[in-house]
T-cell receptor, first 115, second 109 residues
Framework: DTAVSQTPKYLVTQMGNDKSIKCEQN?????MYWYKQDSKKFLKIMFS???????INETVPNRFSPKSPDKAHLNLHINSLELGDSAVYFC??????????????FGAGSRLTVL | DAKTTQPPSMDCAEGRAANLPCNHS???????VYWYRQIHSQGPQYIIH???NNETNEMASLIITEDRKSSTLILPHATLRDTAVYYC??????????FGTGTSLTVIP
């Protein structure tokens, strides 16, 4: 079983469309994240949810709306897609608390191409 | 979060030890040092972490200097599959992970 799974793996779409990327984790973690990796390979955190509540929202346009129906799922919906949204989006999860070993587990990524 | 400085790239011969340095001179007392790697087109993978003491697991060893201002990740016997970008991150408990530019390690046959 894949620990953190994302769908779709590849997504090609036109500018102006709306699309969603789904993420599920079966690790029992209480925190989930979305990261964006652009063409220059910088990996930047976008959002973080703890027990379905938003705790981190970096400077991300309002067109990006995360949704967490339960703590095992964190979906990313993007409205009015722009060329600059082309990137690989990674979902991750972790368990907070404990001795400080807050290890992130990443999904395989979803490559979004906006034409 | 404390900033980290890593060399942008390194080469290592297959079968030899790969020693990847990281400078974190502004690290605070409660900040852990984490290492992740990203093999081409895959999600980042956790390698190891530590606070003060040296650590070893099945993947690597982490050597942290006594003043904690720098650390070294050691891959004892590098293989071609270890070719990846290696990220050194320092963060206190509970805070988010911010990735820098990392070190691109190439293992040469």
């Amino acid at each position: 079983d894949t620990a953190v799974s994302q769908t779709p793996k590849y997504l090609v779409t036109q500018m102006g469309n709306d699309k969603s990327i789904k993420c599920e984790q079966n690790l029992g973690h209480d925190t989930m994240y979305w990261y964006k990796q652009d063409s220059k390979k910088f990996l930047k955190i976008m959002f973080s949810y703890n027990n379905k509540e938003l705790i981190i929202n970096e400077t991300v346009p309002n067109r990006f709306s995360p949704k967490s129906p339960d703590k095992a799922h964190l979906n990313l919906h993007i409205n009015s897609l722009e060329l600059g949204d082309s990137a690989v989006y990674f979902c991750a999860s972790s368990q907070t608390g404990g001795s400080g070993a807050n290890v992130l587990t990443f999904g395989a990524g979803s490559r979004l191409t906006v034409l | 979060d404390a900033k980290t400085t890593q060399p942008p790239s390194m080469d290592c011969a297959e079968g030899r030890a790969a020693n990847l340095p990281c400078n974190h001179s502004t690290i605070s007392g409660n900040e852990y040092v984490y290492w992740y790697r990203q093999i081409h087109s895959q999600g980042p993978q956790y390698i190891i972490h530590g606070l003060k003491n040296n650590e070893t697991n099945e993947m690597a060893s982490l050597i942290i200097t006594e003043d904690r201002k720098s650390s070294t990740l050691i891959l004892p016997h590098a293989t071609l599959r270890d070719t990846a970008v290696y990220y050194c991150i320092v963060r206190p408990t509970g805070n988010q992970f911010y990735f820098g530019t990392g070190t691109s390690l190439t293992v040469i046959p």
